[in-house]
């Protein structure tokens, strides 16, 4: 009986060991099919959907399904997602997505904290809504926290092929961020480091951000970090910096910031606001140096007009932001400024930004700058700059080489548009410039009136070895819609005077200018006691203000020569000296050797005078003749020793143009006069 109950025992063991050996079979067949074939799991999908929407508030749309496979681990892939938030109406989806794939240890999710190894994201688009005006008071943000909490981990995150899209819909306004390759790595240490790199309007940019992370809950926590971005299109050179980061409700604060721009030391601290759709920026920083790139023109774009690309200033209508920076020195292109202080603000579009003090090459120079970007943009500025040197300043802010000395400038303008075209159409204002003790450079003035006496000039004369020096050079102008007229232009050197009225035209960089050069006779300079030399003939400059043509303005004069013969009659000694003993350093003939001085001095004889040679005595004569009466000066009597054999004098010369007779009521002397000025100015 008991060997019969033994059996009977051991047959119903065998039995069931038979049914579990099945079950356990059949379960590691599923598993196999399941790990091959995957896990339609659409009865997920509420659940999930639930959960993300009692969490977050955004509903989330899973339009390809969910699935989950279990070799060679957990893996849960949700396909053609959407997060939506239901309060706002111009976006209708904030974050798409083509795949989201986690991979979850099992023994994580048997503890009931799931630990995710891998989260890929695969060609998602997030997109940022951009908003003109901030919530004065936006809803405060719910935290959840206690024991319904969920614990879960991440591991690794990898992000391919994103974009991230800033739009305002009714300013039709779009802005992305594209190819953004992503990768970051939690450590059980709580390192974060997250690495990536995309292209930002078309230019490359690169990032990498190094965190510790401190344990639940972070918040008014310090979170130590390291920055570092590069985005050569935006700044001139790599960012790196290091800050105590701190989540404050809505606001991210950055204390205790340190780091370099390029070559150049920076601290101070930041703050970033994102209550609302439109953040609110905050910064102090001071630099060592600061460098910014400037883009200059190609040769040859002054000859160019303006360009009429669109300017597009309408993303300072989406941020708003306070800004103190301060920089031992300053670099803007190839200008250099120490040291600099400037404050900005931009709020609801509007940017102001104040410049102070600013050591500008041996001077300093002051500023103000209006932008108003709400609607068509507008500009005001308004600029100070006292003993300044001119020369590397216009060279570094504006390719421009040929204006040197100390300068003082004030400048009020005003001006709108969204082109470089329509802003200089649309100029107004005044400006007011003066150099002092320098030298156009490139230019000899002197040469160039010399010149107009034989033909008109086409373009500036420019030459490298060519220089005009000056004591002052000033103007002022009245601007009105790009049309800037001066009626003061004052030019004062030791070898030319000239002063004239003009107007240019910044819209079609064309000038028009009547200037009246006159030749100084001697080196002596400014403070001599006889007046500089002008033939009292204006010349006009006019034409593209790189290359204009310049000739004598001969309305008045060629029409009625005898006129113009009795003004330089008239002019007499104030222009020649007595007896016109001038004449002869002006006009470069034989005659100027019979000055006041007498004898053969060689400066004073030849090529050296304004016109030269043969048609320069005849002239020089016959005002001479005409200052006199119709007689010729009398030559002041000199004692000359006797020449030495080895020293005779040579033979006078042959080209020497015989003095014209006088009639006794100066008509032959007129008649004389009109054929050379007919021949002068090839009428």
């Known amino acids: 009986m008991a060997r019969r109950d033994v059996c009977a025992v051991w047959n119903v063991e065998m039995r069931a060991l038979k049914i579990a050996g099945a079950a356990i079979g059949a379960v590691i067949v599923v598993i196999a099919l399941l790990a091959v074939i995957g896990i339609p799991s659409d009865f997920l999908t509420s659940a999930i959907q639930e959960r993300v929407e009692r969490e977050t508030g955004y509903r989330l749309a899973i339009n390809g399904g969910t699935k989950i496979s279990l070799w060679p681990s957990l893996n849960i892939t949700l396909s053609d997602i959407a997060l939506q938030d239901p309060k706002d109406r111009e976006v209708n989806n904030r974050l798409t997505a083509s795949s989201i794939q986690a991979d979850v240890t099992l023994s994580s999710l048997w503890s009931g904290e799931p630990q995710v190894t891998e989260l890929l994201i695969v060609r998602p688009v997030l997109t940022m809504p951009l908003q003109r005006v901030r919530e004065p008071n936006p809803p405060a943000k719910s935290s959840t926290?206690?024991?319904?909490?969920?614990?879960?981990?991440?591991?690794?995150?990898?992000?391919?092929?994103?974009?991230?899209?800033?739009?305002?819909?009714?300013?039709?306004?779009?802005?992305?961020?594209?190819?953004?390759?992503?990768?970051?790595?939690?450590?059980?240490?709580?390192?974060?480091?997250?690495?990536?790199?995309g292209r930002g309007g078309g230019e490359p940019?690169?990032?990498?951000?190094?965190?510790?992370?401190?344990?639940?809950?972070?918040?008014?926590?310090?979170?130590?970090?390291?920055?570092?971005?590069?985005?050569?299109?935006?700044?001139?050179?790599?960012?790196?910096?290091?800050?105590?980061?701190?989540?404050?409700?809505?606001?991210?604060?950055?204390?205790?910031?340190?780091?370099?721009?390029?070559?150049?030391?920076?601290?101070?601290?930041a703050s970033l606001d994102i209550a609302s759709n439109k953040p609110l920026v905050k910064l102090d920083l001071d630099f060592q140096k600061l460098s910014l790139a400037m883009e200059h023109g190609q040769p040859g774009t002054a000859a160019q007009p303006w360009s009429n690309a669109s300017i597009d200033l309408i993303g300072l209508n989406y941020v708003d932001a306070q800004?103190?920076?301060?920089?031992?020195?300053?670099?803007?292109?190839?200008?250099?400024?120490?040291?600099?202080?400037?404050?900005?603000?931009?709020?609801?579009?509007?940017?102001?930004?104040?410049?102070?003090?600013?050591?500008?090459?041996?001077?300093?120079?002051?500023?103000?700058?209006?932008?108003?970007?709400?609607?068509?943009?507008?500009?005001?500025?308004?600029?100070?700059?006292?003993?300044?040197r001119a020369l590397p300043l216009l060279r570094s802010l504006a390719d421009f080489d040929k204006l040197d000395g100390r300068m003082q400038a004030k400048i009020a303008v005003r001006s709108s548009g969204n082109s470089q075209r329509a802003i200089m159409g649309n100029m107004s204002g005044t400006a007011f410039a003066v150099f002092r003790d320098g030298a156009i450079r490139g230019l000899n003035v002197a040469q160039m009136i010399r010149s107009l006496t034989t033909s008109p000039l086409s373009g500036w004369q420019e030459g490298d070895q060519l220089?005009?020096?000056?004591?002052?050079?000033?103007?002022?102008?009245?601007?009105?819609?790009?049309?800037?007229?001066?009626?003061?232009?004052?030019?004062?050197?030791?070898?030319?005077?000239?002063?004239?009225?003009?107007?240019?035209?910044?819209?079609?960089?064309?000038?028009?200018?009547?200037?009246?050069?006159?030749?100084?006779?001697?080196?002596?300079?400014?403070?001599?006691?006889?007046?500089?030399?002008g033939l009292?003939?204006?010349?006009?400059?006019?034409?593209?203000?790189?290359?204009?043509?310049?000739?004598?303005?001969?309305?008045?004069?060629?029409?009625?020569?005898?006129?113009?013969?009795?003004?330089?009659?008239?002019?007499?000694?104030?222009?020649?000296?007595?007896?016109?003993?001038?004449?002869?350093?002006?006009?470069?003939?034989?005659?100027?050797?019979?000055?006041?001085?007498?004898?053969?001095?060689?400066?004073?004889?030849?090529?050296?005078?304004?016109?030269?040679?043969?048609?320069?005595?005849?002239?020089?004569?016959?005002?001479?003749?005409?200052?006199?009466?119709?007689?010729?000066?009398?030559?002041?009597?000199?004692?000359?020793?006797?020449?030495?054999?080895?020293?005779?004098?040579?033979?006078?010369?042959q080209s020497t143009a015989p003095s014209p007779p006088s009639d006794g009521d100066g008509t032959q002397d007129s008649r004389a006069m009109n054929e050379v000025l007919r021949q002068l100015f090839n009428r």
Do not use: C
């Open 145 to 197: 926290t206690g024991t319904s909490e969920a614990k879960f981990g991440i591991e690794h995150v990898s992000v391919t092929g994103g974009t991230i899209v800033f739009s305002n819909v009714r300013d039709r306004v779009e802005s992305r961020i594209e190819t953004v390759n992503a990768d970051a790595t939690i450590g059980s240490d709580r390192k974060i480091v997250i690495t990536g790199n």
């Open 205 to 269: 940019l690169k990032f990498e951000i190094k965190a510790t992370a401190p344990a639940p809950p972070i918040e008014r926590q310090n979170i130590p970090t390291e920055i570092a971005f590069e985005a050569p299109g935006l700044m001139q050179a790599p960012l790196s910096a290091r800050a105590e980061v701190r989540l404050n409700g809505t606001a991210v604060m950055f204390n205790g910031v340190s780091g370099t721009l390029g070559d150049g030391a920076f601290n101070g601290w």
């Open 323 to 388: 800004a103190k920076i301060s920089a031992a020195e300053l670099n803007i292109g190839d200008g250099r400024f120490a040291p600099a202080a400037i404050e900005a603000s931009l709020m609801s579009g509007v940017l102001k930004a104040r410049l102070a003090n600013l050591g500008t090459y041996e001077g300093n120079a002051n500023g103000d700058l209006y932008i108003d970007a709400t609607s068509n943009p507008s500009y005001t500025l308004s600029a100070d700059l006292s003993n300044v």
């Open 467 to 533: 220089a005009t020096d000056l004591s002052q050079l000033s103007a002022s102008f009245k601007i009105d819609k790009g049309q800037a007229v001066t009626t003061d232009l004052n030019l004062v050197g030791p070898l030319v005077k000239m002063t004239g009225v003009g107007t240019v035209d910044l819209g079609t960089k064309m000038i028009g200018f009547r200037v009246a050069p006159k030749l100084v006779l001697t080196t002596e300079g400014q403070g001599r006691t006889a007046d500089p030399v």
């Open 536 to 653: 009292g003939i204006p010349v006009m400059i006019e034409g593209p203000w790189d290359s204009p043509r310049i000739y004598p303005e001969m309305q008045g004069i060629l029409d009625n020569p005898e006129a113009a013969y009795a003004k330089l009659r008239e002019m007499g000694k104030g222009l020649f000296g007595p007896n016109g003993a001038g004449l002869g350093s002006l006009f470069g003939g034989s005659q100027g050797g019979t000055g006041s001085q007498g004898g053969n001095d060689s400066t004073q004889s030849g090529q050296g005078g304004l016109f030269g040679g043969q048609l320069g005595e005849t002239i020089g004569n016959l005002i001479q003749q005409g200052l006199n009466g119709g007689t010729q000066p009398p030559r002041p009597s000199r004692s000359i020793p006797p020449a030495s054999p080895q020293q005779q004098p040579e033979p006078p010369s």
